[in-house]
């Protein structure tokens, strides 16, 4: 098994965050989408308006990011980051002064 293509400097994490206008119905409703959207791509709520997602690499990770563009609303505040996992393992999360576990990883299957 080649364990390069799973090492924590390839495995990927896509951070969406985002400040959208809703204000208006129509406003709502774009957002709503959006939010739709990255659910539908795979993203995690992380907080309210951040999303994340596991990839196994820095091209499926590209792939993720490229579909978050194609839905982008007309208005509001987008940012897309992408980390490593070995970057992503060094975040510390707190609710509170507690501290949390940190989001799972998802599995995947490679057949090849």
Do not use: C
């Not at 985002?18 to 659910?39: G, H, M, N, S, V």
């Not at 990839?55 to 590209?62: C, D, I, K, L, V």
């Amino acid at each position: 098994m080649n364990f390069e293509r799973l090492n924590a400097y390839r495995v990927m994490w896509t951070l969406v965050m985002y400040d959208l206008p809703t204000e208006t119905k129509k406003q709502r409703k774009l957002a709503a989408q959006f939010r739709k959207d990255l659910l539908q791509d795979g993203f995690q709520m992380f907080q309210f308006s951040m999303y994340l997602r596991h990839s196994s690499s820095s091209e499926n990770a590209e792939v993720h990011k490229k579909r978050v563009k194609k839905s982008l609303p007309s208005e509001g505040k987008v940012g897309i980051l992408q980390i490593t996992d070995k970057q992503f393992g060094q975040m510390e999360i707190f609710y509170g002064k507690k501290a949390q576990d940190k989001p799972p990883t998802s599995q995947q299957l490679e057949l090849f």
